[in-house]
């Protein structure tokens, strides 16, 4: 008696590793996206950073405020 409930609980225990393997490895595929809609999210991420990065880089080199010098010329 003991052994078979032995061998159910570890055929129970196998099934469930499977199971959870196969999910892993099924992953999220066709989770509502095309592959048009992927990409058109990749490039907004794309632009986002790299106007982020120009944010950065005008912050850096105090471009991001205006100028407290005259913008008329001074002789």
């Not at 590793?17 to 490895?25: Q, T």
């Not at 990749?42 to 986002?48: E, L, S």
């Not at 991001?64 to 001074?74: A, F, N, Q, W, Y």
Request: glycine share 4%.
């Amino acid at each position: 008696m003991k052994n078979t409930v032995s061998n159910y609980i570890n055929a129970a225990f196998c099934l469930c590793v499977c199971l959870s393997m196969c999910v892993c490895l099924w992953g999220c595929r066709g989770a509502g996206e095309t592959a048009s809609e992927v990409n058109i999210r990749h490039k907004h991420i794309i632009r986002t950073n790299t106007s982020m990065i120009q944010d950065d880089v005008d912050a850096l080199m105090l471009l991001d405020k205006p100028s407290k010098l005259s913008d008329k010329m001074v002789r």
